[in-house]
């Protein structure tokens, strides 16, 4: 096999370095681990198409989880979605006890027992950053915690603990899903369970197994040139691999659909950034298969998705959305707010009432709709008029643009940085609508629109933000 190809990585990236951080053994990362799974693992692992794997991880689940996993699958297989801004769960009463006789923060200021659940101040990612201790029950054994890394849109990143159970739950989540388009899917021993794609010159990747779908198949690959052996390597190994479902987010999906190979998923997964409908059309396009786009973030995991296009639906966990506005008042029906998540999911992290930044108009029947992930920007006419970004991504969708960034500076100037779409009547719709034609700026690759979680709009005019 040849050598894997040397990278001059900046050092600051040292946490990417091939097997750095290489700890435990296979029995240990799977407890249920049987002979078919491992040589399944091995095979993955030493694949002689493989890019140059630089990380090894697993799920850690041991019996008890399954069983509790199983029961998961049961229980919400048909589960009805709750609404958000409904009425407070009955298990939130008992949140807020465990939290003011556990949780360091919340003991210091109800020592006289909680308040009705809606007096209770909404915390943010500032306060888990400031003090991310405080928020940790002081009764949970730490032994098994696993950690997750946020590197969040704004702010500093955030390394939270998180249980093996709750991450594997994700798994039972999203194979409701696939459900919900009609699709069956069952572990298919020739095939990849889940392939996992990134598009950046450094990441993670590895090869794993899922102990909560029969010890299927797991991988995480990057489709950067850099990441793979020989060309064509990459290909050969989706080709062989042939992924039961795909998922990432809108940026790799995309660079994903222009590589040339035949893959044949049962559904494709969307997350982390927004889904433009124009992406969500090439990728269904592409692959012949459903595209769902879930809405969550790694505080709070999976909280909504959107299996058809349309507003995103409240998973059934224990969790309770709420729509406020500015104030940390609930909107009504048809009003945006910002998205605001109570959780028990995490043992390690109770959430009580977590501003996630992220905002969205709450439909009449419980869902998320017209969910940007970022703060409401408004853009100006030169009269003066206000014009909300909401009818501007209607136009961008309505011309097929992929992906985008439209700023407003301080002068009024548009730019618009955008991949795909139809140009020249793109800008005359905004034209129309804003009495002022942006400066166009016409990118190949969603990717190119910068890392992380990208902002579609914004403005350096002072109240653009109301």
Known sequence: MSEA???DHDPVLGEYEPFADTALTDAERWPTLTGAGAGRLSALRGHPRAPAWVHECGDRLDAGDLVALA??????HHAEPPEAGSATPSWAADLLQRAATAVPHYRRAWRQGPPPFPDVPTI???????DLASFVPVDVPLDDVLVGTSSGSTGAALVLPQHARTIGSDLVQLRRLVALTGTHWAPEPERLAVLSVVSQETAFTYASLLSAFDLAGLARINLHPSAWRRPGDREA???AMNPQVLTSTPSALVDLADLDVTL???AVISGATSLSRAARDLLRARWAAPVIDVYGLIETGPVAASVDGGPHRLLPRRQHVEVLDAKGRPVGVGQTGEVVVTSAENPYLPLLRYRTGDHARLTADGALADLEGRVPVRFATPDGTWVDA???TQVLQAHGTLAWHLHQDPGGDLT??????????LLRSIERLLGRRPRSIRLPRPADLGPGKARRFSSALPGATP
Do not use: W
């Open 5 to 7: 190809p040397h990278h």
């Open 71 to 76: 029961d998961l699958h049961t229980r919400i």
């Open 124 to 130: 943010t990612r500032a306060d888990l950053a400031a």
């Open 237 to 239: 190994f989706l080709t």
């Open 264 to 266: 044949h998923p049962l």
């Open 390 to 392: 909401v009818g501007l």
């Open 416 to 425: 618009l940085r955008a991949v795909g779409g139809t140009e020249e009547p």
